[in-house]
């Protein structure tokens, strides 16, 4: 019994020795995998960030500006608004954001403080991202460098400038999201609806606008006479006169790879800046738009002289 004691007793010390050892090592194991969920966390952002082409509005390359600092100017029927700086930084940027107000600024277009977001911010098509898509997105905006550039202030005129009034804006015009995929159609089919509707917000500048701003959603990506910057929008539905209707899959598919149409000729403006982005999304993401686009109502609008 004397030696079974002794026994016990030497190989519980031995694990009281050890048991140090096995936590450290049990933590180790924990911090490496919070890091492998972080950083694919941050590549799978970068890609959805990418998609929403964030760099493209919230960068001012004609005054040299940085990446994702904002600045740059977007003309409208109301005012020109200029993107805020959504890089990190605590003073200037998002950089004491937390993910509910990310959350929050992206699904129902209010800012931390409570107060509405104007809709050039495209939140009315952003509302449809899935949270675990906007946790990402942010992720990989915190992992940027920050950038000290304050925001510039909008050049919006009386009584458009009065955010107040985007609640019964909101009212009438604004659904949120997020986006539920359509059972009765294909993975592939609501790949492309996620795609064009919530990520790539092609709505946006395709959609023709009511005397208040609205997308007309009866004429969803039927071209848009007055987009960004004054500059008129394509019909991108099938409609065969004055949409893409005459388009394979595959002319679709090479458009948002290179920039090149069908008829010999090459996109330019602002849709040259959104190949910059389409073009790294993965072939899969390509032909998922390219079946979506395919799919929607034809509407007819006027040709382009």
């Known amino acids: 019994m004397w030696c079974l004691g ?14 140090p050892f096995f936590v450290l090592g049990l933590l180790a194991a924990a911090r490496m995998a919070l890091a492998a969920d972080d950083a694919a966390s941050i590549e799978r952002g970068a890609y959805l960030a990418n998609a929403a082409d964030c760099a493209a509005c919230h960068t001012d ?3 040299g500006g940085q990446p994702f600092a904002g600045g740059r100017a977007l003309a409208t029927p109301f005012g020109t608004f200029y993107s805020p700086n959504i890089t990190p930084d605590p003073e200037t940027g998002i950089g004491r954001w937390t993910d509910a107000q990310f959350l929050r600024a992206m699904r129902h277009g209010d800012r931390p403080d409570g107060a509405n977001y104007f809709p050039a911010f495209p939140y009315t098509s952003f509302t449809w991202i899935v949270d675990d ?40 015009y604004f659904d949120t999201g997020p986006f539920r995929p359509t059972p009765a159609r ?12 919530a990520l790539t917000h092609c709505g946006e500048c395709h959609t023709p606008r009511n005397w208040f701003g609205a997308m007309d959603q009866s004429r969803f990506l039927g071209g848009n006479p007055q987009g960004p910057d004054g500059k008129p929008v394509p019909n991108i539905t099938p409609d065969k006169k004055t949409g893409i209707g005459n388009w394979s899959a595959d002319d679709i598919i090479k458009v948002l790879t290179d920039g090149h149409t069908p008829d010999f000729d090459e996109v330019a403006g602002a849709m040259a800046e959104v190949v910059k982005s389409t073009a790294k999304l993965t072939e899969e993401d390509r032909r998922a738009i390219a079946v979506y686009l395919q799919s929607v109502p034809s509407v007819s609008s006027p040709q382009r002289k």
């Open 6 to 19: 002794q026994v016990e007793r030497g190989l519980l010390g031995l694990m009281c020795r050890r048991l």
């Open 133 to 172: 898509d906007v946790r990402a997105i942010k992720a990989y905006l915190f992992s940027l460098t920050p950038v000290r550039q304050p925001s510039r202030a909008h050049d919006v005129s009386f009584p458009f400038s009065w955010r107040f009034l985007l609640n019964g804006w909101k009212l009438l």
């Open 61 to 63: 390359v004609s005054r």
């Open 186 to 197: 294909s993975a592939e089919h609501n790949r492309g609806a996620y795609l064009v509707t």
